[in-house]
C-alpha cells in the first residue's frame, strides 16, 4: 500500500507512532495583483464566497469569476472608481483579468472543492483559505501542504492513500 511516509522515505512504524512531521508554516507576502479587491468589502455586503466562486460546491475547482459577473453589480457601485475602470477594460477586450493565484496545488494532486465541502460541516472555505472575511488583501495563510493535508485527514479518519489525492500510474 502506497503512503505519503513511503514516498517521503521516512519509516512507517515512527511515522505511525507520532504521526506527519510538524513544519511551521510561514505564511508568503500576498501577490500584487493587477487591481485591487478587498474580501473584507464584499464579505462585509454579504456575499457568500460561492456567489462569486462558483465551482466550490458544484466541482472540482472554485473558480475565479470573471470581469463580466463582477461588472453585473459594479457597472453602476462604484463605476467610477479607478479600480472599476480597469475591471471594466479588462471586460471590454473580452480578456481575462490576470489575477495572481493565491492557492495552487501542483498539477498532480487531485483536489475536489464540492467533495470537502460535502462531507461534513466543519470543513468551511475558512478551513483552507483562513479569514478571508477580514483581509483587505488576500494572501495565503493556512498550509497546503502534503504533511497539512495528510493531518487533516488524520484528524477527520479522511483517507490517507496515495491514490485519495493522486492519480494512479499503475
Not at 111 to 135: N, P
Not at 138 to 159: F, G, I, L, W, Y
Given at each position: 500500500?502506497?503512503?505519503?511516509?513511503?514516498?517521503?522515505?521516512?519509516?512507517?512504524?515512527?511515522?505511525?507512532?507520532?504521526?506527519?512531521?510538524?513544519?511551521?508554516?510561514?505564511?508568503?507576502?500576498?501577490?500584487?495583483?493587477?487591481?485591487?479587491?478587498?474580501?473584507?468589502?464584499?464579505?462585509?455586503?454579504?456575499?457568500?464566497?460561492?456567489?462569486?466562486?462558483?465551482?466550490?460546491?458544484?466541482?472540482?475547482?472554485?473558480?475565479?469569476?470573471?470581469?463580466?459577473?463582477?461588472?453585473?453589480?459594479?457597472?453602476?457601485v462604484k463605476a467610477d472608481s479607478a479600480e472599476i475602470q480597469k475591471?471594466?477594460?479588462?471586460?471590454?477586450?473580452?480578456?481575462?483579468?490576470?489575477?495572481?493565484?493565491?492557492?495552487?496545488?501542483?498539477?498532480?494532486?487531485?483536489?475536489?472543492?464540492?467533495?470537502?465541502?460535502?462531507?461534513?460541516?466543519?470543513?468551511?472555505?475558512?478551513?483552507?483559505?483562513?479569514?478571508?472575511?477580514?483581509?483587505?488583501?488576500?494572501?495565503?495563510?493556512?498550509?497546503?501542504?502534503?504533511?497539512?493535508?495528510?493531518?487533516?485527514?488524520?484528524?477527520?479518519?479522511?483517507?490517507?492513500?496515495?491514490?485519495?489525492?493522486?492519480?494512479?500510474?499503475?
Amino acid at each position: 500500500m502506497c503512503s505519503w511516509a513511503a514516498v517521503a522515505g521516512v519509516a512507517w512504524a515512527s511515522v505511525a507512532a507520532q504521526g506527519p512531521p510538524v513544519v511551521e508554516f510561514r505564511p508568503p507576502p500576498p501577490p500584487e495583483q493587477p487591481i485591487a479587491y478587498s474580501h473584507r468589502t464584499h464579505v462585509a455586503l454579504g456575499l457568500a464566497c460561492t456567489r462569486c466562486h462558483d465551482g466550490a460546491t458544484s466541482g472540482g475547482r472554485a473558480n475565479i469569476p470573471a470581469a463580466s459577473l463582477c461588472l453585473t453589480c459594479h457597472a453602476t457601485v462604484k463605476a467610477d472608481s479607478a479600480e472599476i475602470q480597469k475591471l471594466a477594460a479588462f471586460e471590454a477586450r473580452r480578456e481575462p483579468v490576470p489575477w495572481k493565484r493565491v492557492y495552487r496545488l501542483p498539477d498532480f494532486v487531485y483536489f475536489e472543492h464540492a467533495r470537502h465541502l460535502s462531507v461534513s460541516a466543519d470543513i468551511t472555505c475558512e478551513t483552507c483559505h483562513g479569514s478571508v472575511e477580514d483581509m483587505a488583501v488576500t494572501q495565503k495563510v493556512k498550509d497546503t501542504s502534503m504533511a497539512a493535508c495528510v493531518q487533516c485527514h488524520a484528524e477527520r479518519a479522511a483517507p490517507t492513500r496515495c491514490d485519495s489525492c493522486h492519480e494512479s500510474k499503475g
